[in-house]
């Protein structure tokens, strides 16, 4: 069973490979500016530590006084390095990212709007705000500072691994097999806390549906004296949402501290062979610090998962929510639809039409009419006849699953939307306004008329 859950995992990364692609590729400019800046940055950052052997083994320890200016004088420009390219590196990609978000909540919005309305129907418009506008933050993080400065951090970790290799192999090797634990348990831990954020998002949109439901209906609820059972609604939502929160912390603090405790294994044990090595005189004291010092950059990459893991885990979380939205057949793109509406006339016929929104409770059956242009047809029953539905399939809102809708002789499952919904005028059972004067919303189809 573990096994299979294991595989279906990969899979869903597997998957969201062409995405991650998709979202990479057009900014590889940005990326691979941003990895020649990380590459000199992390390559200036490695003087520092390298010089204490100098220092203490040859202007200390042999009094080679004459090494110290041009020695600091290495760690000022090498830092200088470091601190500018950082910051270039920050204004490329912390901004690159902030447009690939305004990008990719431009994309989703367009994608939803043309969804059909049995979608908006099945799904809260506080989840569909949610997915649009929060689903998308944590993609900052696959191409901003943070992915990058955490290569970067691996980079240097190569880099000092080669260095400790050169100073002191035993040791070197020791922590190495650590370090290596450490890496591995953090990969399986992150990988087991993915559906954890994926689900924090899934109850941040239904909750956040809920309250919007709550507040714009706020009339209805004061007049049926309902607040405290909506109390109780959001509340439940809030203590889910604390739930899943702390279960996240939680796992992320035990990453944590797994990494601490390690990490101090690794101290512990550098100690104590290092000493050992110095007395036998394998090692000289400037070598010990260096190593020390390079060992940091070589265990520095493990904290970074810590912070990096969780906001990896949840840019993918958000992807994958992402990816559902934007996988939705849009309405416009009905292969069925390949007739271009002829001006209307206003003859509508519905010919035997069978409807469901849920299956196995009709709404419509067998519903048959004919209006003629230029009258008035009124369809007249008790809430839940069907009226709204037959308006909303005159609209093309829906498409009946038996029977057949003809306007003009047309039927308008065949029909592209654009051409047949720019000659509709339709005025819905619950009026809509939008944020503006009345003079806009009335001119809401034709704006500028």
């Known amino acids: 069973m573990a096994t299979a859950q294991k595989t279906a995992k990969v899979l869903r990364l597997r998957d969201l490979l062409p995405d991650l692609l998709a979202i990479i590729v057009p900014l590889r400019g940005h990326l691979s500016i941003g990895v020649v800046l990380i590459i000199v940055s992390r390559c200036a950052s490695l003087v520092l530590p390298a010089s204490t052997k100098f220092l203490i083994d040859d202007i200390i320890g042999k009094g080679r006084h004459e090494m110290l200016n041009p020695l600091v004088a290495a760690i000022v420009a090498a830092t200088l390095v470091q601190a500018a390219c950082s910051f270039t590196v920050t204004q490329i990609l912390s901004k690159a990212a902030q ?24 799904n809260k418009t506080g989840e569909l705000v949610n ?15 943070g992915l990058v400065d955490f290569c970067g951090g691996l980079l240097t970790a190569v880099l000092a691994l080669a260095i400790l290799f050169n100073t002191s ?3 070197t090797v020791l922590a190495l097999i650590i370090v290596v634990a450490i890496a591995s348990a953090m990969f399986f831990g992150f990988n087991r806390m993915r559906p954890l954020f994926k689900e924090r998002s899934k109850i941040q949109g239904e909750i956040t549906g809920r309250l919007q439901e709550t507040l714009s209906g706020v009339r209805v609820i004061k007049g049926y004296h309902a607040e405290t059972r909506e109390e109780s609604i959001f509340s439940k939502g809030i203590h889910r949402l604390l739930e899943n929160i702390l279960r996240s912390l939680t796992g992320i603090a035990l990453i944590n501290q797994s990494a601490v405790v390690l990490l ?10 290092g000493t050992r090595e110095i007395l036998a005189g394998h090692l000289t004291l400037g070598e010990f610090i260096t190593f020390t010092a390079f060992l940091a950059f070589l265990v520095a990459p493990i904290f970074g998962i810590v912070s990096v ?23 416009d793109h009905d292969p069925a639809r390949t ?10 016929e519905f010919q035997n039409v069978d409807f469901a929104y849920d299956e196995g409770k009709p709404v419509l059956q067998n519903f048959s009419f004919v209006a003629q242009p230029g009258s008035v047809t009124a369809l ?37 939307l654009d051409s047949f919904r720019s000659q509709l005028g339709v005025v819905l059972q619950e009026s809509f306004l939008f944020d503006g004067t009345i003079s806009e919303n009335v001119a809401f189809s034709r704006p500028g008329t």
């Open 99 to 122: 447009r690939l978000i305004a990008e990719m909540r431009r994309r989703i919005q367009i994608h939803v709007g043309r969804l059909p309305v049995a979608y908006f129907d099945k």
């Open 131 to 145: 997915r649009i506008m929060s689903d998308v933050e944590g993609l900052r993080n696959l191409v901003g500072t």
């Open 169 to 171: 192999a035993l040791l």
């Open 264 to 273: 101090g294994l690794i101290g512990s044990l550098i100690i104590w062979i």
């Open 309 to 331: 893991g969780s906001q990896l885990s949840e840019a993918l979380a958000g992807l994958e929510r992402t990816r559902e939205v934007l996988s939705e057949l849009r309405e």
């Open 339 to 348: 007739i271009v509406m002829p001006p209307i006339n206003g003859r509508v």
């Open 380 to 416: 007249v029953g008790s809430s839940g006849s069907g009226k709204s539905t037959t308006i909303g399939l005159i609209a093309a809102f829906a498409k009946p699953q038996h029977g057949r809708i003809l306007v003009d002789g047309v039927d308008i499952a065949s029909v592209t």
